[in-house]
């Protein structure tokens, strides 16, 4: 399967810890996107990458989130100092650019569903 | 600022009636358009998408969306729904190519036998 992969699909934790979810892309995307899903709501943007460089934060990303996508491939988002709030699914898509720097279509994951104590 | 509504939030229909779910969108510019299927726990299945052209776009599973820009519409049909089209439905619109969506809150769909 070449589609897009997160890990893990489900995290419990307490307040107070630090998570860290990681998104695989489809190989040779090179735009990855976080995005939140809460209950009964449609995903919000949180942040995107283009390559390694992160181009874009959401205001819903507060300093206790951080994402890195260090080699421009896979992607990784912590959360610091968990909250109850926090707990939602976080979903990944990847996108190829097409020439001319066009957008395309993005490519979503199964997400990661954080349920925080 | 930029939002989408799907004015229904749960639309209830009996197997082989015919479906259509709405979708506005607010701002100026016309966006790429984009309806995404999602089943309980899962990720988002795109169905299909309009960037530009003809106005009628036809997708999988037998879904079609029809782009009304005076209406800054994108509503979703389906002549007969199966009971596997049960699932919540989600409109999306994006406007630059940076590529950031804009998401509805979606409608749930029910399928009565």
């Known amino acids: 399967d070449t589609g897009v992969s997160q890990n893990p699909r489900h995290k419990i934790t307490k307040r107070g810890q630090n998570v860290t979810f990681r998104c695989d892309p489809i190989?040779?995307?090179?735009?990855l996107y976080w995005y939140r899903q809460t209950l009964g709501q449609g995903p919000e943007f949180l942040t995107y990458f283009q390559n390694e460089a992160q181009l874009e934060k959401s205001r819903l990303l507060s300093d206790r989130f951080s994402a890195e996508r260090p080699k421009g491939s896979f992607s990784t988002l912590e959360i610091q100092r968990t909250e109850q709030g926090d707990s939602a699914m976080y979903l990944c898509a990847s996108s190829p650019t097409l020439a001319g720097g066009k957008y395309n279509e993005q490519f979503f994951g199964p997400g990661t569903r954080l349920t925080v104590l | 600022a930029q939002s989408v509504t799907q004015p229904d939030i749960h639309i209830t229909v009996s197997e082989g009636a015919s479906l259509e779910l709405r979708c506005n969108y607010s701002y100026g510019a016309t966006p790429y358009l984009f309806w995404y299927v999602q089943s309980p726990g899962q990720g988002l299945q795109l169905l299909l998408k309009y960037f530009s052209g003809d106005t009628l776009v036809q997708g999988i599973k037998g879904f079609e969306a029809e782009f009304k820009r005076s209406q800054s519409s994108f509503n979703l049909r389906k002549p007969s729904v199966h009971w596997s089209d049960a699932a919540e439905y989600f409109c999306a619109v994006v406007y630059t190519n940076a590529g950031k969506s804009t998401f509805g809150d979606g409608t749930t769909l029910t399928v009565k036998p």
């Open positions: 190989s040779e995307h090179n735009r």
